[in-house]
């Protein structure tokens, strides 16, 4: 059976890719966001699939009936069910778009698998309990996850809830969330990952990567600071380089020894209380910066093809990023979705 696809809420595709990384026969039909900017990113990675510029709420069954698509696989806004974003929950109007969706899929017989990711969270919302009544009402079973990539042998954590739903019977027992995939299942991790073999050479380095001063001097001790031998980074957020505190972690090219010596250096002359000049010189020899775009979505197991038009600007790159998903989780999930 060929799967066609109907990406909604698509942003810069990591769907597409976990798609593609799945290896099942079908193709992504049509992609659908309202990020003009987050389009063009997609459009330019994907130049033959249909990139539909509009609300999700102008979405009818007539129009998904005509794309002919029976899998949607989609990642709608987190913010509604986040601390930052105040759990606003079903009065967020962000989660619009997907009360739309549930009043959809009842109408839309053709539609026979669906992948939901959201944060975590999500499954303790009202937005949850509308979705699940939706797929219950349009005849689907399902299967509900968290997830993080770290389980997967990828050094990076994005725990995140995922739904897949289909309209035939799953070979595994659901009821409740799943905190691993089923062991017939288990073929996807990625053995001893660390953060050298994802990051670029120093000469790709710009200069803008590296911490400025006043961060420096001011936030060091807020930040998740890794070293080439870890295997674990933070979560990167669409903060990220923006806010230091909980938006991804920071890379130091020393060993970890090394860069223990010197925060311990940097820690005794805060007791001593010496200059704040010979401080702020021992942090600027950690040579603390932060992970370009392309080393985030090598961590988010983007392949190496994927690329930003030139005029993507970095803070874009880096929200989009943060927006997005982990692609070889996701593919891991679609391949059982379609099993
Ligand atoms: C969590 S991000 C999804 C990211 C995507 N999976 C990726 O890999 O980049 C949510 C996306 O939904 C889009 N969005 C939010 N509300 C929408 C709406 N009502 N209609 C269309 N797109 C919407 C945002 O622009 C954003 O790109």
């Known amino acids: 059976m060929d799967f066609h696809v109907l990406e909604l809420f698509s942003g810069i595709g990591g769907m597409h890719y976990a798609f593609r990384s799945a290896a099942v026969p079908g193709k992504v039909i049509a992609a659908m966001d309202i990020n003009t900017n987050a389009n063009a990113v997609y459009a330019h990675n994907f130049p033959t699939t249909s990139v539909c510029n509009n609300n999700i709420q102008s979405l009818t069954p007539e129009k998904i009936e005509k794309l002919n698509v029976n899998m949607i696989l989609m990642s709608p806004p987190c913010q509604p069910h986040t601390r930052v974003g105040n759990r606003l929950d079903v009065d967020d109007n962000r989660s619009d778009g997907l009360q739309h969706i549930c009043n959809l899929l009842p109408l839309c017989q053709g539609v026979q698998y669906i992948l939901m990711e ?110 080439a031998e870890a295997r674990k980074t933070m979560c990167f957020t669409k903060a990220y380089t923006y806010y230091s505190e909980g938006t991804g972690s920071i890379y130091c090219p020393l060993n970890k020894k090394e860069m223990d010596i010197v925060f311990a250096k940097v820690k005794e002359l805060e007791l001593s209380e010496e200059s704040e000049a010979l401080r702020l010189e021992l942090l600027k020899s950690l040579k603390l910066r932060y992970f370009t775009p392309r080393e985030i979505a090598r961590l988010m197991s983007f392949p190496n093809t994927f690329e930003f038009p030139t005029e993507t600007t970095n803070r874009q790159k880096y929200r989009f990023l943060g927006n997005s998903i982990n692609v070889h989780v996701v593919g891991v999930l679609i391949k059982i979705l379609c099993s």
């Open 118 to 227: 959201n944060v975590k969270g999500f499954e303790i919302s009202k937005a949850h309990d509308q979705f699940l009544d939706a797929l219950r009402l349009a005849g689907y079973q399902w299967r509900e996850f968290i997830l993080c990539p770290t389980q997967f042998g990828i050094p990076n954590s994005r725990r995140r809830y995922y739904c897949l739903a289909r309209k035939k019977e799953f070979c595994f027992d659901g009821g409740h969330i799943l905190d691993d995939i089923p062991i017939e299942f288990r073929m996807g991790v990625i053995d001893g990952m660390m953060i050298s073999n994802l990051l670029l050479p120093d000469n790709l380095i710009g200069p803008e990567c590296y911490l400025p001063d006043k961060i420096l001097s001011k936030r060091v001790w807020l930040m998740d600071i890794v070293t």
